[in-house]
């Protein structure tokens, strides 16, 4: 790997396997598909050269229960893809959050329903913070908006991973992915000690056989399970993380994440040239879903607008943190369309609360 | 242990230490125990036990690890070979096997079975074909024979509509990057042996970096075939047989002969 | 004397030792364990027939059945 703190001319995708091999992952499962696929070309070099595992498997799901295996071992282990594989995924990820496994998924985001285009999208934030597949459980998200947050925050993905035991989800999309930026490769590639994996399997050399599983037959057993799982997703709610940008004074706060966030910023930053009291509130971890900063916001009589390229998800989280005090409005860029900042000022202007009266 | 009088005695059978001391789930004359049974000592033998790492499919013998006191993992259902995968490229020094039925490996885990198999991922798999989906209570499998009734073939598997029987091992012995790949049966002690036989030698392939070993076992499922277990074992021997033959149809060490 | 000992409460019944054994010693008893099987046994007079070959518990799925085989004369068997 390069010497570190250079400044590396990189695209999001390229990032994310940079902070990968930085974050020490050790085995890595891949399946093409676009907009991601720069992801598994580069660790198919860059992690077998560290001494890594890298497997293009025949299918998502096989690249998904890959990952069930080598984190069952114990292993930093990780599998990307975008939306559509993402969707086949989603029984793997179940069976992780059941099973406790601490494996990394990286979504970059397209558009859909269906093969939809390979155009950027938010539309799988429900999927990602609701727990995609069955039952009742949650993986933690971070949502990068640059080339050096999607490398710093694949590296956070897998520490917070092995912290709950807990499948992680880096969610970014076809902008984040296809973008290039200079980053800071700032991390030694991470030396695992091995510690704190008790659980994992290795052979029951001179110690009892060790399970993971999440079939729990019998009477009470499932419930006793959950209910240790969401004291666990409560605890994750230390884990919440997002930027604020001239909220001090704004009367309207803009709700955006991941690429919509970025390019709302820069709207933000064009409005208040025209001295709008407006500023922005980016999330960056999806789930826990930080709350507490916008109730605060509220409690402070501002005025919201949440932004989103899709038909409106995170809005709901927003509505639901804002409740006690104030509602939010909507504007939606639908997948399909790439909205640069001036297309937001008109719906940003329109919900300023003097103008909305 | 009752001390006999005049002439001291032998225990002759032993059960090794890695199979639990415990009743099983199974039903009555289900050959899911003699294949445990069988799993057991050939781990036992090849001094392995602590080395295995079991992944476990769903179907009746999901609870496996109650019966092998090994390090297990869980695999969603027809996951289990690229789950294997897995654990064996991120722990190549451990033993690793899947123990899955016909519904698990040759339905809904056939994409991920031929893959595993064709990477010649070093691992042994156990496949256990009673052609029918036995937990969930007797439905048409990829093996059920033709004119077999199920609870979702209620008139006969109809070659016209449902196809013909997968022969799983032959599949199997047919990609290029397969070691070894034979078919054995439990249905009497001359074969119960044999079986133990090729077991071993799929374990010791992969004790030995030789690559993916494939062991189908035919197996009697009583219940859901609406017979006595002494009946669904005689069918064993009989139809299941004649259709699934017997033998080593792969082995790179002598290429099958 | 070769015997077969059972372990009445895992037997479910299944009779497939019977069908295996060289000298027809095992068959259905009247007793039932406490899963409500029917277990099997060797009934006294068949007793001093068992060979000890074990195959009996070869077959069984239940490994249920635990075999002894009488040492006959001289021969020394050391203990496995």
Same mark, same amino acid.
């Given at each position: 790997m390069k010497k570190n703190d250079t400044n590396l001319l990189?695209?999001?995708?390229?990032?994310?396997?940079? !902070?990968?091999?930085?974050? %020490?992952?050790?085995?890595?499962?891949?399946?093409?598909?676009?907009?991601?696929?720069?992801?598994?070309?580069?660790?198919?070099?860059?992690?077998?050269?560290?001494?890594?595992?890298?497997?293009?498997?025949?299918?998502?799901?096989?690249?998904?229960?890959?990952?069930?295996?080598?984190?069952?071992?114990?292993?930093?282990?990780?599998?990307?893809?975008?939306?559509?594989?993402?969707?086949?995924?989603?029984?793997?990820?179940?069976?992780?959050?059941?099973?406790?496994?601490?494996?990394?998924?990286?979504? @970059?985001?397209? !558009?859909?329903?269906?093969?939809?285009?390979?155009?950027?999208?938010?539309?799988?934030?429900?999927?990602?913070?609701? !727990?995609?597949?069955?039952?009742?459980?949650?993986? =933690?998200?971070?949502?990068?908006?640059?080339?050096?947050?999607?490398?710093?925050?694949?590296?956070?993905?897998?520490? =917070?991973?092995?912290?709950?035991?807990?499948?992680?989800?880096?969610?970014?999309?076809? @902008?984040?992915?296809?973008?290039?930026?200079? @980053?800071?490769?700032?991390?030694?590639?991470?030396?695992?000690? %091995?510690?704190?994996?008790?659980?994992? =399997?290795?052979?029951?050399?001179?110690?009892?056989?060790?399970? =993971?599983?999440?079939?729990?037959?019998?009477?009470g057993a499932l419930a006793g399970h959950n209910r240790k799982l969401q004291e666990k997703y409560q605890a994750m709610r230390k884990e919440c993380d997002w930027e604020e940008y001239r909220t001090q004074d704004a009367e309207l706060i803009v709700v955006a994440f991941g690429s919509m966030g970025r390019i709302a910023k820069s709207a933000v930053r064009k409005l208040r040239e025209k001295n709008e009291k407006v500023g922005l509130f980016r999330p960056i971890s999806l789930y826990p879903f930080p709350e507490a900063p916008l109730d605060r916001l509220a409690a402070q009589g501002k005025g919201f607008l949440t932004l989103e390229n899709n038909a409106g998800q995170m809005v709901d989280d927003v509505r639901l943190a804002i409740r006690r005090h104030a509602d939010s409005g909507l504007h939606c860029v639908l997948p399909g369309h790439l909205a640069n900042p001036d297309d937001l000022l008109g719906p940003i202007e329109e919900a300023m609360p003097a103008k909305a009266g | 242990m009752t001390q006999a009088i005049q002439t001291e005695e032998k225990q002759v059978f032993r059960l090794p230490d890695v199979l639990a001391d415990t009743a099983t789930h199974f039903c009555p004359g289900c050959h899911h125990g003699i294949v445990h049974r069988l799993l057991a000592d050939v781990l036992d033998q090849l001094g392995v036990v602590q080395d295995t790492i079991c992944v476990a499919s769903v179907g009746c013998s999901v609870f496996i690890y109650n019966y092998l006191l090994l390090d297990t993992v869980e695999s969603p259902h027809g996951r289990a070979a690229a789950v294997a995968t897995g654990v064996k490229r991120a722990n190549p020094e451990n033993v690793v096997f899947t123990y899955q039925g016909d519904g698990?490996?040759?339905?809904?885990?056939?994409?991920?079975?031929?893959?595993?198999?064709?990477?010649?991922?070093?691992?042994? &798999? &156990?496949?256990?074909?009673?052609?029918?989906?036995?937990?969930?209570?007797?439905?048409?499998?990829?093996?059920?024979?033709?004119?077999?009734?199920?609870t979702t073939s209620q008139q006969g598997r109809s070659f016209e509509t449902d196809g013909a029987p997968l022969k799983m091992t032959e599949i199997i012995a047919g990609l290029p990057g397969v070691y070894f790949s034979a078919r054995v049966a439990v249905n009497n002690v001359k074969n119960i042996k044999k079986a133990g036989k090729i077991l071993k030698k799929g374990f010791a392939n992969q004790v030995q970096h030789k690559g993916f070993s494939f062991v189908e076992f035919l197996a009697a499922c009583p219940t859901n075939w609406r017979m006595t277990p002494v009946e669904a074992n005689e069918r064993v021997g009989g139809e299941m047989i004649d259709y699934f033959p017997l033998g080593i149809f792969k082995d790179n060490d002598n290429d099958g002969l | 004397m070769s015997r077969v000992e059972i372990r009445e409460n895992r037997c479910k019944g299944c009779l497939l030792c019977t069908t295996v054994c060289p000298e027809e010693v095992l068959c259905l008893s009247d007793r039932m364990n406490s899963s409500g099987y029917k277990v099997v046994h060797v009934p006294e007079s068949l007793q001093e027939k068992c060979k000890g070959c074990s195959f009996c518990a070869e077959i069984c799925p239940d490994w249920a059945l635990t075999v002894f085989r009488d040492k006959k004369g001289g021969q020394a068997h050391e203990k496995k």
């Open positions: 990189v695209k999001g995708n390229e990032a994310i396997a940079l !902070g990968a091999v930085a974050a %020490g992952c050790e085995c890595y499962f891949a399946y093409p598909i676009t907009p991601q696929s720069e992801i598994p070309e580069l660790l198919s070099e860059s992690l077998v050269e560290v001494g890594g595992t890298f497997v293009q498997a025949e299918s998502e799901i096989a690249a998904a229960n890959m990952l069930l295996g080598a984190t069952a071992c114990g292993k930093r282990a990780m599998t990307s893809s975008s939306s559509p594989g993402i969707a086949l995924k989603q029984e793997a990820i179940s069976y992780m959050a059941g099973s406790q496994l601490p494996g990394v998924i990286v979504n @970059i985001c397209r !558009g859909g329903p269906g093969l939809g285009s390979i155009d950027p999208s938010q539309g799988d934030y429900y999927q990602t913070t609701r !727990g995609g597949g069955h039952g009742d459980y949650r993986t =933690l998200t971070l949502a990068p908006a640059s080339c050096q947050e999607a490398y710093d925050l694949t590296i956070r993905a897998f520490d =917070l991973a092995f912290l709950y035991r807990n499948p992680v989800v880096v969610l970014g999309d076809a @902008i984040l992915g296809q973008m290039k930026e200079p @980053i800071k490769n700032w991390k030694e590639r991470v030396v695992l000690d %091995g510690k704190g994996l008790d659980w994992s =399997l290795s052979g029951a050399r001179n110690r009892e056989p060790r399970l =993971l599983k999440s079939l729990y037959l019998s009477d | 698990d490996l040759a339905a809904i885990g056939l994409s991920e079975i031929m893959y595993a198999a064709n990477r010649g991922e070093n691992m042994t &798999v &156990v496949f256990v074909n009673n052609t029918v989906y036995g937990m969930t209570g007797g439905q048409l499998a990829p093996t059920t024979m033709v004119g077999q009734k199920t | -």
